[in-house]
């Protein structure tokens, strides 16, 4: 079945620093790709997203690449800032039988200190 | 303003109790879903729907049920059967269930068991 796969986490980084957070995904067909943010408490945001292959998806100065061939979607922003601090969710949606559900990964818990 | 609510934000249940979450949506969207979030996982499918009366179960729709009578509301009824029902539901809705549709999402419910 469908599988998304986020790196370890939780990361730390200080204000300004370069972001990268890793997703790879395991699907059959042409998913579109997803990354959402949670702030704490809340429900999830879309952040950006991507619908085929070699698109790229951009919002607030992060970016993500869909990348068939090495079937990922990472997601990456130049400068973070502590407003940035949240869990990200990166997540696929097959279309199909698949009744459009998303599946998420584990999330990713990020912070960023002044 | 358009978007997805639900109620209430905390829940508490005692041992044996049914109870039933409210999700709304004004967005006109004809897909529904409920997931459920635990500590340190991504969200899994509890039901959806694409139509009025009519709805489907996810992944884990054991100890769960839901009704679609109106294109707005998709109530989520937590009963007894539940082993384990804390955690934080959130609802979503979209246009229609294909692949390049973003999932809109609400601000969740936190239920605890007492």
């Known amino acids: 079945g469908d599988s998304v796969t986020q790196m370890e986490g939780p990361v730390t980084l200080s204000e300004e620093a370069f972001l990268t957070i890793n997703c790879t995904y395991t699907a059959t067909g042409y998913p579109s790709l997803f990354w959402y943010v949670q702030y704490p408490g809340e429900g999830l945001q879309l952040l950006l997203k991507?619908?085929?292959?070699?698109d790229k998806g951009s919002n607030k100065g992060f970016e993500a690449t869909y990348r068939k061939e090495t079937t990922s979607f990472h997601l990456e922003k130049g400068s973070v800032q502590v407003s940035d601090s949240a869990v990200y969710f990166c997540a696929l949606r097959a279309g199909g039988t698949s009744y459009g559900k998303l599946t998420f990964g584990q999330g990713t818990i990020l912070t960023v200190h002044p | 303003d358009g978007g997805i609510t639900q109620s209430p934000k905390y829940l508490f249940r005692k041992e044996g109790q049914n109870v039933t979450l409210s999700c709304e949506q004004n967005?006109?969207?004809?897909?529904m879903y409920w997931y459920r979030q635990d500590p340190g996982q991504g969200l899994r499918l509890i039901y959806y729907?694409?139509?009025?009366?009519?709805?489907q179960k996810g992944d884990i729709a054991e100890g769960y049920s839901v009704s679609r009578e109106k294109k707005e509301s998709f109530p989520l009824t937590v009963t007894s059967a539940q082993k384990n029902p804390t955690a934080f539901y959130l609802c979503?809705?979209?246009?229609?269930?294909?692949?390049?549709?973003?999932?809109?999402f609400g601000p969740g419910t936190r239920l605890t068991v007492l």
């Open positions: 991507a619908t085929k292959a070699d």
């Open positions: 967005l006109n969207h004809d897909a």
């Open positions: 979503a809705s979209s246009p229609l269930a294909e692949s390049y549709n973003e999932q809109f």
């Open positions: 729907s694409q139509i009025v009366n009519d709805f």
